[in-house]
């Protein structure tokens, strides 16, 4: 019942999310929201939506739900050094410098220059040919200015900052989807080196039946036929040892190019796999997805189409520019200081575009394209998260229901493979039986070394599906028992 109760929240929160942005974003002409301060993401409550966007901020405290500071260390580490994270913080430095421009032309644009001339010129006066030099020296301040009356150049603007926005968002994601990988990685890789370490008694055990297996051919007990199945044996553990070296220098060297070192192999994983034996909260609300940063940057995308709509529509509007100029103008260069030679000018100007061959109205064609994409690409992230939270929690008890159910029979075959060795000693059981035994119990532990990986890598996606760790929030009063 919880199931599906849960199951109905997200689906009925996750159509009003696209509904209320839908019915925001497509109306009639584009929305004048109310201008953002400093990139700041914006809040779905901007757009209609009841529950306000969080503050946007990497919540990194689930990487300690594990309980490894070696893993908190490499996070850091990875979130500091890795190239992908430099990259992320440079677009968004970059979207960061375009709102400074986008904004430039709201204000006057002032320039200041300074000329010097010297000209010859020649007369033909009674048949003679007569020169004059003259000079022309100038120092001017040149003024230029669009006046915003239709907010033109303040959609420009707001459109910059959204992009502002979007591009903190994806910067969020990259440092969240980076704190995934390397803690996926690390946990891979310290579960190479728990299949590493079955190998080696794999074969530790391999060369002991073999000694059995010679000493009892010596003394006449057993053939030949054994003694060529007991090295088989160890000639097949030896090379699922090089295999499993090979896996574990792959995984490390991965784990070092995410933190940003050189994949030289050289890392002690010596750490143990964590056990997580809690289970998610019962009660996880459906918008806390609005922290996500892929869907925060969905929105913030969404909202700075729609600013482009509306500044590509005004194009089509008269624009008014001032011009004024100026300075001091004088044949002599020491005048140029002096007020009695200053020269100005001021002109205004409007301008309505006539014939454009159709590029302005196809470009408010095409940003209203280009807003209808990101509407459908916010649905589509939306519906991808809900998908990822849910495959997530549900995989999380089934996991953990068969780690347990591995883990006792990994116990029992382990005892198996001791009691068997003992009788084959005894002569009670032949090799093959205890080759058979013996490999039973090897399987069951590899196998409860991947269920432990699971449980692991897919509590990593449920943080990442979240945008973070559990919300420390209490339950709805009509959602508790």
Do not use: H
Request: aromatic residues 4%.
């Amino acid at each position: 019942m919880q199931s599906e109760s849960r199951s109905r929240t997200w689906r009925v929160t996750g159509l009003l999310l696209a509904s209320v942005l839908l019915a925001s974003c497509t109306s009639g002409p584009p929305v004048d929201w109310e201008e953002i301060e400093g990139g700041r993401v914006p809040a779905l409550g901007e757009t209609g939506a009841e529950e306000p966007l969080p503050p946007a901020s990497l919540d990194t405290s689930w990487v300690a739900d594990f309980g490894s500071t070696r893993l908190e260390d490499l996070v850091g580490t990875t979130l500091a050094e890795n190239p992908d994270a430099a990259a992320a913080a440079a677009r968004l430095r970059a979207a960061r410098a375009f709102v400074t421009i986008a904004g430039a032309d709201r204000l006057p644009q002032l320039s200041a220059g300074a000329s010097g001339q010297r000209s010859r010129t020649n007369t033909e006066v009674g048949g003679r040919v007569q020169s004059a030099t003259s000079n022309r020296f100038g120092l001017d301040l040149n003024l230029s200015w669009e006046i915003d009356l239709w907010g033109r150049i303040a959609n420009e603007r707001r459109a910059a900052l959204f992009a502002e926005a979007e591009a903190a968002a994806l910067e969020e994601g990259t440092r969240l989807s980076l704190a995934a990988s390397v803690s996926r990685a690390w946990f891979r890789a310290v579960a190479a080196q728990r299949r590493l370490e079955v190998a080696e008694r794999r074969v530790e055990l391999a060369q002991r039946n073999l000694r059995v297996t010679r000493s009892r051919v010596d003394r006449g007990i057993l053939g030949a036929l054994d003694l060529s199945l007991a090295r088989s044996d160890l000639a097949s553990a030896e090379t699922t040892l090089r295999q499993r070296q090979q896996a574990r220098g792959d995984a490390l060297r991965l784990v070092q190019t995410l933190t940003g070192a050189y994949p030289s192999g050289e890392l002690d994983p010596s750490a143990s796999l964590p056990a997580i034996e809690s289970p998610p909260p019962p009660f996880v609300p459906s918008s806390v997805l609005a922290r996500r940063p892929d869907l925060r940057a969905g929105v913030a995308r969404i909202r700075e189409t729609d600013q482009r709509v509306s500044a590509a529509a005004k194009a089509l509007i008269p624009s008014l520019s001032l011009s004024g100029a100026a300075g001091t103008a004088s044949d002599e260069l020491s005048n140029l200081l002096d007020s009695n030679y200053s020269i100005w000018n001021l002109a205004g100007n409007v301008l309505q575009p006539l014939f454009q061959g159709g590029r302005l109205r196809a470009r408010v064609e095409a940003e209203r394209a280009d807003l209808a994409l990101a509407i459908a690409n916010y649905e589509g992230e939306l519906l991808t998260a809900f998908r990822e939270v849910e495959d997530a929690l549900a995989g999380d008890q089934f996991l953990r229901e068969a780690l347990t159910r591995v883990s006792e029979a990994s116990a029992a075959a382990e005892e198996a493979s001791r009691l068997g060795f003992r009788q084959f000693q005894q002569g009670l059981l032949d090799l093959i039986q205890v080759l058979d035994l013996q490999d039973r119990a090897f399987a069951a532990e590899l196998q409860r070394v991947d269920l432990q990986l699971a449980v692991l890598l897919n509590r990593i996606d449920l943080y990442a599906a979240l945008g973070g760790g559990f919300p420390r929030q209490a339950a709805p009063a009509s959602e508790q028992p």
